[in-house]
Each structure stands twice: as structure tokens, then as C-alpha cells.
């Protein structure tokens, strides 16, 4: 679920170092390193903006890196021509040894020729040897640092307001949480779900498991009709894949973030599986190693998947409730777009001053507008943040959040509580994945480019029910009432009464 | 097991048992967490038949456990011949500690006292041993599977009850694969779920996806018409819960059979108590079952009958092979399903009497108790036939020819004393089984897996021969405040497959699939959850 301080928590700090192994067949990233190495300023400060110090470095050393690289380059190649001209020398020798005059001067001087040659080789190893671990590292800081951000974004901690949806709902009673609601008209059971599972789980109950599939089919029929392709992703992953999406196992502090399967002894040697934390994930993946049409974009597809939250960490206020969970189903959108023409934009900010708007653009305004679409004909109050620097994801360039009005949250949050997210993630996962866009402007004749991916939630099922019940509660007649937009899918039920 | 089977099908039927049944075969390899639900076993009954259990054992291809009965006998009686021993030995200890009282020194209380301390240490001694005795029990009856109904054949064929639209196959489907058929109407991806997780994970596309959705909204409009309550449980579950309800986490091979989440490592508290001991459910009559742990249902609430959706997950380790390909044998996929806790029979199977008098029909009609024998039809049978009948309704609807099975002995999963499976023809699949796979199964479990969960039944009035105490065994006195006279039980719990998405909608595919066409018609009961109303599919997108 899109929740702010949580998404940070899962993708942006991870400083760490990749805790996952690369196999053969994951996809083979390609980093536009030349763009780092050319404007080490700008990432480091962008590293800074969006409290990245561990990585605020990376794009100096990797400078620094790629002169040793060079340097190790320049002399590899003199080793090389000394190599050959040895080589020569040898042949040479080889060839007069049939004279008369040979004899040991010409022997002699073959050894000499010989083992300069083995001493050359083994220098030439060498210089191979730290080419490649450079490269590795070069790779690996490249990889650590998260997307620049856009020209919207905020920089700091402090999100912008950019619109409301619906009016404040006006109350005259003392707020009742979900849970409370949910245990009086027997729609949530947390009890049991603790017996089952730990914290952080739940059943749902009655009218509350028929609004979950009441909310899974109008999220999806508002896709539909505007032409959205529909996908049933898998929820379980390879590990590799959601690091390449920019979700990594670990936090900053450790903390495991991403539940992963265990390996039997056996099967150690294998990729790892994670269980996916967004449809982000395995959507995204649906194009790894693949090209993608100019004609087919953007590609626009919207699923329904169970995610999983490890959320070490996270208890504490939203322990309670359906707000932080461990398990819950989301819908999801994700689309694929052309990237910008200008390449100055390609890298997503910092002196955009293209006056057409850039396709992802184009495609995340439409996420935007169908999550307020949804939220605003459920009748919840929310407002709509530009987030701000620290709190994008590490693949995201620029990020709009919708958070819903909880009346039971007024202390904890003045009442706001995240339940949307749609994020600009430019060519960072198409890099990582291998996706690439066949396209006609590029050389005329079928050119490849990085598309840009855009995603965003459609219907982050538990907070919206939990929305829902808090402000549909009507404390005199003790009745919950059903959101019209959601009625024909729970048989005409208008109003949830006890009994 | 309608759950670990709905993708069992006949002809991996014999895999089917591996995944399951012998999962017992091997040692817990969990340890019970302290807030787990303590398994109350019926140790009596197995003491008093431990020939029953074991051709139970031998029935149901349990051939390790076969002595477990005839081991708890010996074991009970080695406790009741040591406690014999002990009354003795305390009764000496009292006179000795009489004695010592009385003497005034010397080599005779030198003696005495070292006497008894002696008989001290044999005391703790024999309460050491008692322990591990009842220990050794409990692990023995706990691997125990349920006992057999009189309708299960004995050995590995299944009996056909009958058929489901139609007595014989539909001619003229053809046989194309919905693998096929999947990739012409870009319904089914399995190469980029191969890139993102690998054999055995799917997804699904345009219409794949929609009928998903309907398949869904369907199942549990039928049974919601019927009364019964819509629930979500959770998909991550303990693992000790996981085997309280019948699935342990690896077979005889020391298999994988359910996922289980990695043990954080160098991690803080906070981190490893959230995955501690948590697997992935291969179906959600786990978390149902486990969402009555440590309850005492009224039984003027039963029978408690549940429906809904959840994605499961099996490792089907060893399983690959011919399934492979496709949808039929998958890692992860939704399901909904049906769970139900049913008021036990009148007379138990505690009563010896109603059980020594049960067995006219020899031992290969089942080893059931008195109701069978009496013809009334206990809860469970009832709720059991309501759910086959959901299932045919379902499966009737949706134009699929099938069969109904019951499922031989050595077909049921641990907690099964009957199961029914239905199995679809697939066209593709006519090489195999003539074409049926396994679509939906249905389960009796009676009270094994209320007696390892610890869910009761409260009845309102003190029926006389309900005054059965559960807790029986557990040291021969009351425990857990239960009054005797109260009445209570453990309750009979039943499962069943409504609607296993994948399989049903190869199936769907394949039946549906007109070759001259080149398209498929959506079933008729599923339009009106399509957009438009769609009825075929191909030939223009939606």
C-alpha cells in the first residue's frame, strides 16, 4: 500500500549492498553510466535531496573509478603491443633457428623472449582482473543510486498540497475507528487472524469480504472503460526482479522489508523467491528482455494481486487495524510509455524545459485522474500531495500521493492517511529489466530506446474499506452505509446494520 | 482434502498421496509454539482398537504408522504398571518417613534415610519417564491418520457415484491444449512468468484475467444464495496451525511441500517475530480452521458454514513432469472455498459400546460410528452433501462434463474420513484419465481437526449421551473448567472446493473452444460479471 513512510522504508534506503545473487539468466542491467560521469554534481546532490548520504559519493567514485579503468585500459594496451611485438620477435627467432649459425646465443635469447612473454601474460591477467572487478563496482554504486527527481518534486521532507477531493464531512459525533465499527456489525475479525497468523492480519467478515470484491471489480471496471488492458500477475517473484524494480530485501537499519521463500539445502543455488509487495513488481517484469513497439504505446495494464509487507519495523500507532498489514490485496496500474524526445528530459529533471509534455506525463495524469475518479465517487474526503524529495521511492522520479480523510486518525495525522501512490519511474526499471522501445524517430529504421514506466495504485483494498466504514459510519441509527458506486456488486445492500 | 486436492488430479493421484498423507510419515519438524492450540487426542479409543488402527494404517497406505496403536497400548500400559509400582513406592516412602521420625539415630536410620532417597530419586525417575511416555503418545497419535468412512473403498481405485452433464464425454471438442488456445487469443503468459518467478506461475491476460474475476463473483453467488457467510482469511499462516489442520511441512522425501517464509537472518526481534514459523497455505481451509482455535462454538449455531476466496500456494516439489505446462498443476492460484464446523453425532466414538456394536458390516465399509449404523445422517453428512451439491450446481452450469468419485482409502488426505472428488474433462488431457482432472474435492474430517485446534461444541441442553467430556484423556480429570454435565464436544469439521480458478478455466478453454471460429464462448452464468455482457471470446477485444 502506497503509505508514504512505509514506501520509503522499503525502497528508497537501501544503502545497502545487494543481498541477493544475479543469476544467469536475470536480466542484464544498463546503467547510463556516461550520464553519471558527466554530472557527478547532480547526483550527488539529488542523492542529498533525497536523503541518500550513503550514496551522496557513488557518482564521484565512479568518475574516479572509471579513470582507473581507463588508465588500467592505456596500459593493457601497451602490454598488448609489447606482447605482439614479442610474439614477433619469437616467430622471428623460430624461424633462423634453422641456421647454421643458431647455435646457443639464439637459444638463449629465445628463453629470455619466452619468459618476458610469460611475464607480460601474467600482467595482462592481472589488468583484466581489476578492469572487471572495476567495472563490478562502477556497476554496483551506479545501481545503489536512486532516479533523479522531476522538476515537481518538492525538495525536502515536506509534501504540496495540489487539490482536494470531495468536502470535509461534517460530524457531530465522537470519530469510531474501523475496528471498533468492524466489531460491532461482525465485519473484521482480527482476534482469529492472531490465533492464525501473528499481528497485522485480519478476516474479512460478511459485508467487509463482499466490499472487497465489490472494490476489486469497480477499480477495475473504471480501467476498462477507458481501454486498460487486465492482467492477473503472480504475487511470488524472483528476488532479482524486485531489486531490479527498485524494491530491495533490506532497509538502511537491516530490517527485513520483502518477505523471501525459503530454500530447502538443496536448492540454495537457485534464484531466490520473494513475495511480491506490489503487482508493481511482476507487472513490470512482464516485459524484462523484451521490445516493446512504438505502436504499442504506452501499453497500458491494470491487475489485481495479493501483496505481502514484512513491515519490520513498523509497528507501533497502525498496529491495530486494517491501516498497516501484513497481507492485503491491491490493485495495481502500470503502463509503459515512449520516452521523451529531448534527451536532456530522459534523465527525468533538473532543467526540463520541454514544453510538450512527456508521455509518461501524459499517462500519470491519467492514473492520477482515475484515482481521483474512484475515491471522489466513493465519497471520500482527501487531498492530493506532490511528494517531496526524501519520500520517493528509489526508482521514482516524481510521485503524487492521494491520502483519504480517517475520522479516526484526527489526532494521529490531523486524519490523513495515504491511499494512493502513482509514481514516474522514467528509464530506471526499463534499464534494469532490459525493456526497450523499437522506435521510428531513432535512425529511421527501428531504433532502440528505454521506454519510461508509470505506476500507480488503483485500489489499495483494506485502507479504502477502512475509509469507507469510518466515514459511512452513521452513529444514530448505529449503520454503515454502502458507497452507491459499489452497490451493484453487493447484491443492492445499501446500509450494513448488526444482526 | 478438497483442498490440497483441487489440484491433485486422478492421474497424479498417486502424487496426490505423497503430497499429503505422507506427509505424516515423516517427524514434526516445528516445534509447537506455547500459545498454540494443545492437541486433545482420543488416546482411549486407539488404545481400546489398536487394530482398528492399524488396518486403518494399512488401508490408507500408512504402513509406518500401522504400529502406532499397538506402540500407545504398550506404552499406556508400561505408565499404568509404573504408576502401580509408584503408589507402592510412595506407600513405603510414607512409612519410611514414619519411621524416621520415630528412630533416634544410629545404622537402622542411616539405612532408612538412605532408603529413601532411593525411592526419591526412582520417583522423579519414573516421572521423567512418564512424561516422555506421553509424550511419545501424543507424537504417535498425532501421526495417526483419521479413520475411514463405510463409503470409502478400500485401496487406490475410486468408485463413480455418477456424472455431471452428460453420462459420457462430449464428442467433437477436439483437443487443443488452453496453452494453445491461451497464446491465439492472448489470454495466458507463462514465458513472462517464467522471467519474473519461474515454472509453474502464470499470468493472466484480457479475458483470462475478467473471467477470473467472474469465476469469483460466481462460485460465491451460489452459495451466498444457499446462507452461507462470506469470509477473507489471510494466505500467511503458523505453521503449527498449518499442521494442526493436516499439513506438514514436508513429505516422507523431506520435500518442500508448502512454502514457508525465510527466517530473517542477523535481524532484529521485531523483524524475525514477523516471520516466525509463517508458511503460505496451499488452501484456505487452513486459515478457516485455524480461525476457530480455542473455541467453543454453541451448537444451536451449527453448523457454522463459511465461503471465500484466497490466493494458495503449494511448492509441489517433485511434482513436475507431465502437468509442467500450463495452468493445471500451478504454484500459486485462487481458490474459494468452503468450510463448515458441524455438530458431532448423538453418540460418539467414545462410547465403546455404540462402537463394539458398529461392526456388522465388517472393517472395510469404514470403521464409522453409530450414526452410520443407525442410517441418521449426522451434520456433517448434510452439510458434506450440501457442498457437492453447490459443487454440481456450479460445475453443471458452467456446460463442464464430469464425473463424481469417491476417493479410495489411500486417497485421503490425514484429516479426511471421506472424500468426493469431481474431476472436469479436458479435452487436452484424453491421453490421461481419459481426459478427467480433478476440479473439486470435498471432505469430512470429523473431529480431527477440532481436537488438534481445540474448537468445541457447547450444547444448550444436556442431551444425555452428549455428556461426552473431550478432555477425557488429558490426565483423567476435568481440565479447562469443561463441566461434565455441560455437554460439550469437539466439533465435526467439513471443506470443499468451490471454485478452483485455473483448472476451472483450462477447462472452460478447452470445452469452449470452436476450431472453425477460432474463439470461446464464455458460459452463459458468467455474462453478466464480463463487461458487456461479453459471451465469446476472440474475434475483436473488448
Not at chain 1, 298 to 316: D, M, N, Q, T
Not at chain 2, 337 to 366: N, V
Request: proline share 5%.
Amino acid at each position: 500500500m502506497a503509505c508514504r513512510c512505509l514506501a520509503r522504508r522499503i525502497q528508497l534506503l537501501n544503502p545497502q549492498r545487494r543481498s541477493y545473487t544475479r543469476p544467469p539468466n536475470a536480466p542484464k542491467p544498463a546503467i547510463d553510466l556516461k550520464h553519471i560521469r558527466q554530472n557527478p554534481g547532480l547526483y550527488e546532490q539529488n542523492c542529498i535531496d533525497r536523503n541518500y548520504k550513503h550514496q551522496a559519493r557513488n557518482s564521484w567514485r565512479i568518475l574516479e573509478l572509471h579513470e582507473q579503468w581507463q588508465e588500467q585500459q592505456q596500459q593493457g594496451r601497451s602490454l598488448r603491443e609489447q606482447n605482439n611485438h614479442l610474439r614477433r620477435q619469437l616467430a622471428d627467432a623460430a624461424s633462423r633457428s634453422g641456421d647454421a649459425e643458431g647455435g646457443t646465443k639464439s637459444t638463449d635469447k629465445k628463453d629470455s623472449l619466452l619468459e618476458e612473454a610469460k611475464v607480460l601474460k601474467e600482467r595482462i591477467g592481472q589488468i583484466e582482473g581489476r578492469e572487471a572487478a572495476i567495472q563490478l563496482e562502477i556497476e554496483s554504486l551506479a545501481l545503489e543510486l536512486p532516479n533523479l527527481s522531476s522538476q515537481h518534486t518538492p525538495n525536502g521532507e515536506e509534501p504540496e498540497v495540489i487539490g482536494y477531493i470531495n468536502e470535509m464531512p461534517s460530524s457531530n459525533h465522537t470519530p469510531r475507528s474501523h475496528v471498533d465499527i468492524g466489531a460491532q456489525l461482525e465485519l473484521l475479525d482480527f482476534a482469529s487472524a492472531a490465533t492464525t497468523s501473528g499481528w497485522g492480519y485480519y478476516f474479512l467478515l460478511n459485508e467487509a469480504a463482499l466490499l472487497e470484491q465489490a472494490l476489486i471489480q469497480y477499480s477495475l471496471s473504471m480501467a476498462l472503460a477507458r481501454r486498460w488492458k487486465v492482467v492477473s500477475p503472480p504475487s511470488t517473484v524472483y528476488s532479482h526482479i524486485a531489486a531490479a524494480c527498485g524494491f530491495q530485501p533490506r532497509d538502511q537499519h537491516g530490517e527485513q522489508q520483502v518477505y523471501a521463500i525459503e530454500q530447502a539445502e538443496k536448492d540454495k543455488a537457485k534464484p531466490a523467491l520473494s513475495l511480491a509487495g506490489t503487482a508493481e513488481i511482476p507487472l513490470a517484469g512482464m516485459k524484462v528482455n523484451s521490445i516493446l513497439e512504438e505502436t504499442n504505446l504506452p501499453l497500458k495494464v491494470i491487475g489485481a494481486s495479493r501483496c505481502y509487507r514484512a513491515e519490520a519495523g513498523a509497528r507501533g500507532v497502525d498496529t491495530k487495524g486494517l491501516y498497516r498489514v501484513h497481507e492485503f490485496t491491491k490493485v495495481e496500474m502500470f503502463g509503459w510509455t515512449m520516452p521523451p524526445l529531448s534527451q536532456s528530459t530522459a534523465h527525468g529533471s533538473f532543467g526540463d524545459a520541454d514544453t510538450a509534455k512527456p508521455p509518461s506525463t501524459v499517462l500519470f495524469e491519467e492514473m492520477v485522474e482515475m484515482q481521483k475518479d474512484i475515491l471522489g465517487s466513493l465519497g471520500l474526503h482527501c487531498r492530493i500531495l506532490e511528494m517531496p524529495s526524501t519520500d520517493l521511492g528509489a526508482s521514482a522520479s516524481r510521485k503524487i500521493d492521494i491520502e483519504a480523510f480517517f475520522p479516526s486518525r484526527l489526532e494521529h495525522s490531523g486524519g490523513w492517511g495515504e491511499v494512493t501512490s502513482a509514481s514516474i519511474c522514467t528509464d530506471y526499471q526499463s534499464r534494469r529489466l532490459g525493456t526497450r522501445a523499437r522506435t521510428a524517430r531513432s535512425g529511421g529504421k527501428g531504433g532502440l530506446e528505454w521506454p519510461h514506466t508509470v505506476n500507480g495504485t488503483a485500489m489499495a483494498v483494506p485502507r479504502v474499506l477502512a475509509a469507507i466504514m469510518e466515514n459511512g459510519w452513521d452513529e444514530p441509527t448505529q449503520t454503515l452505509a454502502i458507497p452507491t458506486v459499489l452497490r451493484p456488486w453487493m447484491g443492492g445492500i445499501e446500509r450494513v446494520k448488526k444482526g | 482434502m478438497p483442498s490440497p486436492s483441487p489440484f491433485v488430479c486422478s492421474a497424479c493421484r498417486q502424487s496426490a498421496r505423497i503430497l499429503r498423507t505422507s506427509n505424516a510419515f515423516s517427524k514434526r519438524r516445528y516445534t509447537r509454539p506455547t500459545f498454540a492450540p494443545k492437541p486433545t487426542l482420543d488416546l482411549k479409543h486407539i488404545r481400546q482398537n489398536p487394530g482398528l488402527y492399524k488396518q486403518n494404517c494399512l488401508d490408507r497406505n500408512y504402513a509406518p504408522y500401522a504400529e502406532n496403536g499397538w506402540r500407545i497400548l504398550e506404552l499406556h500400559e508400561q505408565v499404568v504398571a509404573q504408576q502401580r509400582e509408584a503408589v507402592e513406592l510412595r506407600r513405603r516412602n510414607n512409612v519410611l518417613g514414619r519411621e524416621l521420625k520415630k528412630s533416634d539415630g544410629g545404622d537402622h536410620r542411616a539405612r532408612m534415610l538412605e532408603e529413601a532417597r532411593a525411592l526419591k530419586g526412582k520417583l522423579a525417575e519414573f516421572e521423567g519417564r512418564e512424561k516422555l511416555a506421553q509424550d511419545e503418545m501424543e507424537k504417535l497419535a498425532l501421526e495417526l491418520p483419521n479413520l475411514s468412512s463405510q463409503h470409502t473403498p478400500v485401496g487406490s481405485e475410486p468408485a463413480v457415484l455418477g456424472h455431471i452433464n452428460g453420462n459420457t464425454p462430449p464428442t467433437g471438442k477436439g483437443n487443443r491444449s488452453h496453452v494453445d488456445i491461451g497464446r491465439s487469443l492472448d489470454l495466458l503468459d507463462f514465458e513472462a512468468s517464467a522471467t519474473t518467478s519461474g515454472w509453474g506461475f502464470y499470468f493472466l491476460k484480457n479475458e483470462a484475467a475478467l473471467l477470473e474475476q467472474a469465476l469469483i463473483q460466481f462460485s460465491l453467488s451460489v452459495a451466498l444464495a444457499q446462507g452461507w457467510k462470506i469470509l477473507t482469511p489471510p494466505s500467511l499462516i503458523y505453521s503449527h496451525i498449518a499442521s494442526a489442520t493436516g499439513f506438514l511441512p514436508r513429505d516422507q522425501n523431506g520435500e518442500t511441500q508448502i512454502y514457508a517464509l525465510a527466517q530473517p537472518q542477523n535481524q532484529t526481534q521485531d523483524a524475525k517475530a514477523s516471520a516466525a514459523g509463517l508458511v503460505l497455505a496451499g488452501t484456505a481451509e487452513i486459515p478457516f480452521a485455524g480461525s476457530q482455535a480455542n473455541k467453543t462454538l454453541l451448537s444451536t449455531s451449527l453448523p457454522l458454514k463459511v465461503i471465500g476466496p484466497s490466493r494458495c500456494y503449494r511448492a509441489e516439489a517433485g511434482a513436475r513432469g507431465m502437468d509442467t505446462k500450463g495452468l493445471y498443476r500451478v504454484h500459486e492460484f485462487t481458490k474459494v472455498e468452503m468450510f463448515a464446523w458441524t455438530s458431532p453425532p448423538s453418540t460418539s466414538r467414545q462410547t465403546p459400546s455404540a462402537l463394539d456394536s458398529d461392526f456388522e458390516g465388517g472393517f472395510e465399509g469404514g470403521f464409522d460410528t453409530a450414526e452410520d449404523a443407525g442410517g441418521a445422517e449426522s451434520q456433517a453428512d448434510v452439510v458434506f452433501e450440501e457442498m457437492i451439491s453447490i459443487q454440481t450446481e456450479i460445475l453443471t452450469s458452467l456446460g463442464l462434463h464430469a464425473r463424481v468419485l469417491e476417493m479410495p482409502t489411500t486417497d485421503l488426505g490425514a484429516s479426511a474420513t471421506r472424500k468426493i472428488d469431481i474431476e472436469a474433462y479436458f479435452p487436452s488431457r484424453t491421453a490421461i484419465d481419459d481426459g478427467y482432472g480433478e476440479v473439486t474435492s470435498a471432505s469430512i474430517c470429523t473431529d480431527y481437526q477440532a481436537r488438534r485446534l481445540n474448537t468445541k461444541v457447547k450444547f444448550a441442553d444436556n442431551g444425555g449421551a452428549r455428556s461426552e467430556d473431550p478432555t477425557e484423556e488429558r490426565g483423567g480429570a476435568n481440565r479447562g473448567g469443561i463441566r461434565r454435565g455441560g455437554g460439550t464436544a469437539f466439533a465435526h469439521t467439513v471443506n470443499g472446493t468451490a471454485m478452483a480458478i485455473p483448472r476451472i478455466l483450462a477447462a472452460l478453454l478447452e470445452n469452449g473452444w470452436d476450431e472453425v471460429s477460432g474463439t470461446v464462448v464464455v458460459p452463459g452464468v458468467l455474462r453478466k460479471w464480463m463487461p458487456g455482457g461479453l459471451g465469446r471470446i476472440g474475434g475483436g477485444r473488448v
